[in-house]
């Protein structure tokens, strides 16, 4: 255990130098970027918006990103590597636990703790210190720590037993895929309906206050042929000065749900065609389009696992030894499948800006609102292919502004 420990610290050393020294070279070569307040000029020649430049500050954040994201992809795909030679299963093997339960727990609980020791440093330089360098975020580091602890502990609560079971089934099933594959699907369609009940509590989301606005709101929803829709507010000023919005839930429990900085800062008009945006994403049935995918991704997933395994290692696969190999299996896999996932997605969010611009007769603002963004949550106009491919779940602002100004209603 000790052994483990030691070189658990040193992985988390390696890391954190590594992605210090990045970050405090990308400062270092953007400090006079970083100082600039981004505005840009909303400029619309015969009905048709402007495609601007990116600005500089945008432009290091977008750096920024794509070291974070594609080192984060980096030490996902070691951790199960590591697990294996730090001696993850030695450790477990040694204590030679009587019951398999117990064997489960203590194995999972050890490997989440690597996991987010090592993944630590990236969350830390992504989320908090470049979020904070570049003026996108309000926390401070204790309250950064906080959300960190508090998301791990939920973590622990809502997984660890549903990992324990997963990890009984396996040692014990020759079918184990049939009973995994069942038990994922019912997790999920449970958590895509019960989701927005979490939400609601986990982050403090109140209705939105009565009045002209949420009454326009609900007459577009009324048009949209959506009726007893919820809208919710979730308070985000306190933490970022970002902007968002979503539509969650399925049946009854769907609701649109802003954050106050988006209502904060935008028009009426702006906010409107945000909300018949995401009234597309439900009438175009996207949820639960996505839902539908994410079940055949499941199935898939844990039968891909068993005919490798069973290629790989026998019929006499189901080892405590071989859960890392297994595990570097989904990660692999999940990021094979990150450009499908991307792509659905980014097809999903023009379908629901099209769906938006035709309810509002609106395309102007929903061009024009990719340049709010652009100035908001630094967004970039456009980025390049391999990044786009892998990462991108929304169309580019500049692919956004020429559907919008391209669009015929």
């Known amino acids: 255990m000790k052994k483990f420990l030691i070189r658990t610290m040193v992985g988390f050393a390696l890391i954190f130098v590594i992605l210090f020294c990045i970050t405090m070279f990308l400062e270092y070569k953007n400090k006079s970027n970083l100082l600039e307040e981004v505005k840009i000029e909303q400029i619309v020649e015969d009905g048709k918006i402007q495609v601007p430049a990116t600005p500089s500050k945008v432009e290091v954040n977008y750096e920024f990103s794509q070291v974070y994201f594609y080192s984060g992809i980096l030490i996902n795909l070691s951790i199960p590597v590591l697990f294996y030679y730090f001696g993850g299963i030695e450790v477990i093997k040694k204590a030679n636990f009587r019951k398999k339960i117990v064997e489960g727990g203590v194995l999972c609980i050890l490997y989440g703790a690597l996991s987010e020791i090592l993944i630590f440093p990236k969350i830390l330089f992504s989320s908090f210190y470049r979020a904070k360098l570049v003026g996108l975020s309000n926390q401070s580091f204790f309250d950064f720590l906080g959300d960190f602890a508090k998301g791990i502990g939920e973590d622990l609560l809502l997984t660890l037993p549903i990992a324990v079971i997963i990890y009984l089934i396996f040692i014990n099933k020759k079918r184990w895929y049939i009973w995994v594959s069942a038990i994922l699907v019912a997790i999920s369609l449970v958590s895509n309906y019960v989701y927005p009940y979490i939400d609601e509590i986990e982050n403090d ?24 829709l919820e809208i919710k507010v979730i308070p985000k000023s306190h933490k970022t000065g970002s902007m968002n919005a979503y539509m969650t839930g399925i049946h009854n429990s769907r609701r649109i749900v802003f954050w106050d900085t988006t209502l904060n800062k935008l028009s009426d008009k702006e906010i409107l065609s945000v909300a018949a945006h995401e009234m597309g994403h439900y009438k175009l049935n996207h949820i639960q389009k996505s839902m539908i995918f994410e079940l055949i991704g499941i199935v898939l997933l844990i039968l891909s696992i068993h005919i490798l395994m069973t290629k790989n290692k026998g019929k006499d696969y189901r080892k405590i030894e071989n859960i890392p190999k297994i595990l570097l299996i989904i990660n692999i896999i999940s990021i094979l499948i990150m450009p499908i996932e991307s792509a659905y997605s980014r097809k999903a969010e023009v379908e629901a800006d099209e769906f938006a611009m035709r309810i509002t007769g609106d395309n102007l603002t929903n061009g024009l609102l990719e340049l709010r963004f652009v100035e908001s949550n630094l967004t970039p106009v456009d980025v390049n292919g391999l990044y786009k491919w892998l990462a991108y779940d929304h169309p580019t602002v500049k692919e956004r502004i020429e559907n919008s100004n391209n669009f015929k209603n």
């Open 205 to 228: 989301l109140v209705d939105m206050e009565g009045g002209g606005l949420k009454d326009k709101i609900l007459e577009l929803s009324k048009d949209a042929g959506i009726e007893n």
